[in-house]
């Protein structure tokens, strides 16, 4: 399969459908093989006409006190797979406003160790915002890890920049990561 990413359609939500983080740790899983950094956060699956399809969507939304959305995909080993050749991110994203700065990075991460991260930037210009519909965002790019450590994992992040007021959102939809400098169509 081309899509790296697991669960990228959020379609299985073994742990329920409707999630609130109480804590702000790594720990805090939502979708399968999805997560939720920060705590004050409700995390629900929706569903959504995305570029003509209704498709299933991750929803993480600010709930009693401001703080960050910060959703995240752990590709397990995922550096051996990436790094040093190029790759293309692909996902459809949208948000309760359009002021919220959109940041996308990836992270190679010794999980086991908890410790020696190397972060990719991928979109965090301070200018680049969500829009209040929905829009496809594609990047292509090639990552380097520069551990010697080839088991690494690989986390997918998506974030905000700074805290957001209670009843903001962010939803994503048909994530995909590939190989390859050109994005394609979605494939679950």
């Not at 002021?99 to 965090?124: C, K, P, W, Y």
Request: hydrophobic share 30%; with cysteine.
């Amino acid at each position: 399969r081309k899509n790296l990413i697991i669960n990228g359609g959020f379609d299985v939500w073994q742990r329920g459908t409707s999630i609130d983080t109480s804590t702000s740790n790594w720990g805090t899983y939502t979708a399968d093989r999805w997560g939720c950094f920060y705590d004050n956060n409700r995390v629900t699956k929706q569903s959504a006409t995305v570029g003509g399809d209704l498709v299933n969507t991750l929803r993480s939304e600010v709930i009693t006190t401001a703080d960050n959305l910060y959703l995240y995909h752990k590709v397990e080993n995922g550096s051996h797979l990436v790094s040093g050749k190029p790759v293309s991110l692909s996902f459809w994203a949208k948000a309760s406003d359009g002021d919220m700065q959109r940041r996308v990075r990836l992270r190679f991460h010794d999980s086991a160790s908890n410790g020696g991260s190397v972060e990719v930037n991928i979109d965090t210009d301070t200018d680049s915002t969500f829009d209040t519909e929905w829009v496809k965002y594609t990047y292509t790019f090639s990552p380097t890890d520069t551990s010697m450590n080839a088991t690494r994992d690989l986390m997918i992040i998506f974030d905000c920049l700074t805290s957001q007021s209670v009843g903001k959102y962010i939803e994503i939809a048909n994530v995909q990561l590939e190989l390859g400098s050109v994005a394609t169509d979605f494939e679950h």
